[in-house]
């Protein structure tokens, strides 16, 4: 294979429809930021689109990144939540561990043994989808309970964690640190966005430019024949979830820097804004398409609608209905046009 492509070839209708569906999100995503610029005074200013809107997208837009990898092998995951609710309590346990070393030790191997934890659970997804054959759904499902549940274990019933007083100011850059200066104090690009972009990069790279990549899109668009032409396919979608559970860990450094605490309750919902994300960009739920520039495509927009929203003044549950609505039309609209396809052949 020399082209990062599904080995399912895509009619001319099917790439018009999926350009034509890439400009509408950005079209949309460019008319909500005018919307926002006309109805409030501070919707385009720096502090709402850097230090608030981009740099929140960016922590979900790691998770995101590894689900790209997951839903474009044919899976999805579940467990995103509690993989990095373990990890968000495992970093700051390291941290009170070795609360007596310099923060430039304690630090990085804290964040080493979280990333190395997210790898494990993300493997353990992987194992039971691809060589044992549970359902994805199934899988991460039930691990989204066990996962959970250790953390509320380890927290002894869900208390609290906190960053050492010593370690917590130097930890706290992940999030709240700042690179360059624009225009004034306060202006410089948040250390998580910075991060997005190197996990974002790495991942262009390992999904485009490499055989691993190629694998992924194979495996997705024809499991069987990818096996009949000698892809090992289960080892490939196990490598996608432990892929997973690896920005999961990358996700939860940065959101313990938010208030230098943990708890094992934390982050729920973000599997479903991460695949969201991945669906409004693009990919199909069947696997086989798609690509990290369309899920960067819809995690702006969801990230907009989702400031638009705090603007006005929306309550939590109001916008849970419109997330639900967003990702509902999406699929259905997705589902509607393939079936269209299928019966003109």
């Known amino acids: 294979m020399s082209e990062p492509t599904s080995p399912q070839p895509q009619t001319k209708t099917e790439r018009s429809f999926r350009v034509v569906r890439t400009a509408s999100v950005l079209i949309l995503t460019l008319a909500l930021c005018v919307l926002g610029a006309v109805t409030t005074d501070t919707f385009l200013t720096w502090r709402n689109l850097v230090v608030s809107l981009l740099t929140n997208a960016s922590c979900l837009g790691i998770i995101a990144c590894g689900m790209t990898f997951v839903m474009i092998a044919g899976g999805f995951d579940l467990s995103v939540p509690s993989i990095t609710a373990v990890c968000c309590v495992l970093t700051v346990l390291l941290l009170q561990v070795m609360g007596a070393l310099s923060p430039w030790v304690a630090i990085p191997l804290a964040l080493l043994g979280a990333a190395v934890a997210g790898c494990l659970l993300g493997a353990t997804n992987g194992v039971m989808v691809s060589y044992v054959g549970v359902n994805p759904f199934v899988v991460t499902l039930s691990t989204a309970l066990v996962f959970r549940g250790l953390a509320l274990i380890i927290t002894r019933g869900?208390?609290?964690?906190?960053?050492?007083?010593?370690?917590?100011?130097?930890?706290?850059?992940?999030?709240?640190?700042?690179?360059?200066?624009?225009?004034?104090?306060?202006?410089?690009?948040?250390?998580?966005?910075?991060?997005?972009?190197?996990?974002?990069?790495?991942?262009?790279?390992?999904?485009?430019?490499?055989?691993?990549?190629?694998?992924?899109?194979?495996?997705?668009?024809?499991?069987?024949?990818?096996?009949?032409?000698?892809?090992?396919?289960?080892?490939?979608?196990?490598?996608?979830?432990?892929?997973?559970?690896?920005?999961?860990?990358?996700?939860?450094?940065?959101?313990?820097?938010?208030?230098?605490?943990?708890?094992?309750?934390?982050?729920?919902?973000?599997?479903?804004?991460?695949?969201?994300?991945?669906?409004?960009?693009?990919?199909?739920?069947?696997?086989?398409?798609?690509?990290?520039?369309?899920?960067?495509?819809?995690?702006l927009l969801l990230s907009v609608i989702e400031s638009l929203l705090g603007h006005y003044g929306v309550n939590e549950e109001y916008r849970n209905v419109v997330r639900g609505i967003i990702i509902l039309v999406v699929v259905a609209v997705d589902l509607l046009v393939r079936g269209g396809q299928k019966q003109r052949r």
């Not at 790279?205 to 190629?214: D, E, I, K, M, P």
């Not at 979830?241 to 996700?251: E, I, Q």
Request: charged share 5%.
């Open 158 to 299: 869900g208390q609290s964690v906190q960053v050492p007083l010593r370690l917590k100011e130097t930890y706290s850059t992940l999030y709240w640190g700042q690179v360059g200066s624009f225009g004034g104090q306060g202006q410089g690009i948040m250390v998580p966005i910075l991060i997005f972009v190197a996990v974002f990069a790495v991942c262009v790279y390992l999904l485009r430019y490499t055989r691993f990549g190629h694998y992924v899109y194979a495996v997705g668009g024809n499991e069987n024949a990818s096996w009949l032409a000698g892809i090992n396919t289960p080892r490939v979608k196990a490598a996608t979830y432990v892929l997973s559970g690896l920005s999961c860990a990358v996700a939860a450094a940065i959101y313990c820097a938010i208030t230098g605490t943990a708890q094992a309750n934390s982050y729920q919902g973000l599997d479903m804004m991460a695949i969201a994300s991945v669906i409004v960009g693009g990919t199909p739920l069947g696997g086989g398409r798609g690509s990290l520039f369309c899920t960067l495509n819809g995690l």
